[in-house]
């Protein structure tokens, strides 16, 4: 069995601890200070900070500072219409990208799942508690009950098909739920479930690469909607496969994090994550196979 303390989630809890901290504190802490506040020693602090992100503590907290999206707009902007142009979304690419992909019609949307049987689980993430829906076409949501909690996230989840019959079956989500969250795109299947803009602005957001951001007004013009940026901002919450699909990635284009649907502690963890990782060379979830 799992040592609880040694769980992503766990370490998930450490480190959204460590970023009030650090975010109250202003400066950076020295480890000793800082593990302290969490209450551990500093040699047990400073592995589970390296097991979760790949590097030192000292250098996470970096990351982790309120200022960290300015600093990503700045060194890791991605332009989505040049990627969309060079033929990085589409077909081609969700199919390199996830085993199988498939969008419900707009008519089937309008019914609000009605016929469908959703089925769901909670899943352990480097996140916190995940809860994880799915159809038999492939996982149709991801919901994170870290800030939420999970009563909210469930609600959250069920209100966006209130047609639907749910069922409880985490066995029968697990091979995509565990691939999902682990990074393993090549290995889940997908059913998204929303209005054919609400999709276009989700297909955008899959050609952000991890460690690198971009901003709603380029996804905008990416669509074929450049004056649609509140419409987009509206469509990126709205998304119902957070980390899948990285809306976590989207920002203002003054560098403000903007809003993020499961609590903007989760949003700064999963950019600093994701910076820090990929400026240590490891791999990432959320990276192409």
Not at 159 to 173: G, H, I, Q
Not at 261 to 273: D, F, N
Request: glycine fraction near 12%.
């Amino acid at each position: 069995m799992l040592d609880q303390t040694e769980s992503p989630a766990y370490h998930y809890r450490v480190i959204a601890r460590a970023l009030e901290e650090i975010d109250s504190g202003g400066a950076q802490m020295p480890l000793e200070d800082l593990a302290a506040r969490m209450g551990m020693s500093a040699a047990h602090f400073q592995r589970v900070f390296s097991r979760w992100v790949g590097v030192s503590p000292k250098r996470y907290q970096q990351y982790l500072t309120l200022d960290l999206s300015r600093r990503l707009l700045a060194e890791r902007h991605t332009v989505l219409d040049t990627a969309l142009a060079a033929g990085l979304s589409g077909g081609g690419r969700l199919h390199d990208l996830f085993l199988r992909w498939e969008a419900m019609s707009p008519g089937d949307y309008a019914r609000g799942g009605d016929g469908l049987t959703i089925r769901w689980g909670w899943f352990d993430s480097a996140f916190g508690p995940a809860l994880a829906m799915g159809t038999d076409k492939g996982l149709c949501g991801i919901g994170f009950a870290g800030e939420t909690g999970p009563e909210a996230t469930m609600a959250d989840l069920r209100a966006r098909w209130p047609r639907a019959a749910y069922v409880e079956d985490a066995a029968r989500l697990a091979p995509w739920a565990e691939a999902a969250l682990g990074g393993r795109r090549d290995r889940t299947a997908l059913h998204l479930i929303g209005a054919p803009f609400q999709i276009k602005v989700w297909e955008a957001l899959l050609t952000i690469p991890a460690g690198h951001v971009t901003t709603y007004s380029d996804i905008a013009s990416a669509i074929g909607h450049p004056k649609a940026v509140r419409a987009v901002g509206t469509a990126v919450g709205r998304n119902p496969l957070s980390w899948l699909i990285p809306c976590h990635r989207a920002l203002r284009r003054s560098g403000g994090l903007g809003g993020y649907h499961w609590g903007l502690p989760v949003k700064r963890a999963m950019l600093a994550w994701e910076y820090a990782r990929s400026e240590g060379g490891a791999a990432m979830p959320g990276d192409a196979a």
